[in-house]
T-cell receptor, first 119, second 114 residues
Framework: AQKITQTQPGMFVQEKEAVTLDCTYD???????LFWYKQPSSGEMIFLIY??????QNATEGRYSLNFQKARKSANLVISASQLGDSAMYFC????????????????FGQGTILTVHP | DGGITQSPKYLFRKEGQNVTLSCEQN?????MYWYRQDPGQGLRLIYY???????QKGDIAEGYSVSREKKESFPLTVTSAQKNPTAFYLC?????????????FGQGTRLTVV
């Protein structure tokens, strides 16, 4: 079974500062994918960044980077130079093998972290 | 433009009625998903499908049913057996068969029981 845990219900950051959103995961599989999504108040889900379990380098996409620590099973999202428009709910997600172990079907999400950026 | 279309955006249901939420994608994705989101909460998986005419239960399938007769379509029926159906429902699709490939989401359907 796969599980995603986001322990920070809410985070606050000053505009232009960096912020780290925590994500830990649990899986017995060696091959899996980790994702971060942003959900503004409008409800749409916006893909931010992806990290494969075999990727040796941390993923980066513009102001977003993923701090991947495989041994600790953590995949924290770092947002640099926060902007007011970054205020939203952020979700960590994982895709691993299904219970039968033959395909990568199930995509599991964490509870989310609400980020508020102050001017 | 390629994408996922959910309809309707808002849906009202009387207690005891079944309602069907539509989800269509033109991304040629094999995998499709239905999630439920309650206010301030995360996304919980209801059902997912990796191929036509096949689907698997997620974590909260009770009171819901799905079909996958076409690759492009994955409708969700909320049955009268679902005791607390008021929620935001999101449909998604992705390429299948590997860990990567992000999921693309529709705009969601907000269901309210009246």
């Amino acid at each position: 079974a796969q599980k995603i845990t986001q322990t920070q219900p809410g985070m606050f950051v000053q505009e232009k500062e960096a912020v780290t959103l925590d994500c830990t995961y649990d899986t017995s599989d060696q091959s899996y994918g980790l994702f971060w999504y942003k959900q503004p108040s409008s409800g749409e889900m916006i893909f931010l960044i992806y990290q494969g379990s075999y990727d040796e380098q941390n993923a980066t996409e513009g102001r977003y980077s993923l701090n991947f620590q495989k041994a600790r099973k953590s995949a924290n999202l770092v947002i640099s130079a926060s902007q007011l428009g970054d205020s939203a709910m952020y979700f960590c997600a994982m895709r691993g093998r299904d219970a039968g172990g033959t395909s990568y079907g199930k995509l599991t999400f964490g509870q989310g972290t609400i980020l508020t950026v102050h001017p | 433009d390629g994408g996922i279309t959910q309809s309707p955006k808002y849906l009202f249901r009387k207690e005891g009625q079944n309602v069907t939420l539509s989800c269509e994608q033109n991304l040629n994705h094999d995998a499709m998903y239905w999630y439920r989101q309650d206010p301030g909460q995360g996304l919980r998986l209801i059902y997912y499908s990796q191929i036509v005419n096949d689907f698997q239960k997620g974590d909260i399938a009770e009171g819901y049913s799905v079909s996958r007769e076409k690759k492009e379509s994955f409708p969700l029926t909320v049955t009268s057996a679902q005791k607390n159906p008021t929620a935001f429902y999101l449909c998604a699709s992705s390429i299948d068969g590997q860990p990567g490939g992000e999921a693309f989401f529709g705009q969601g359907t907000r269901l309210t029981v009246v």
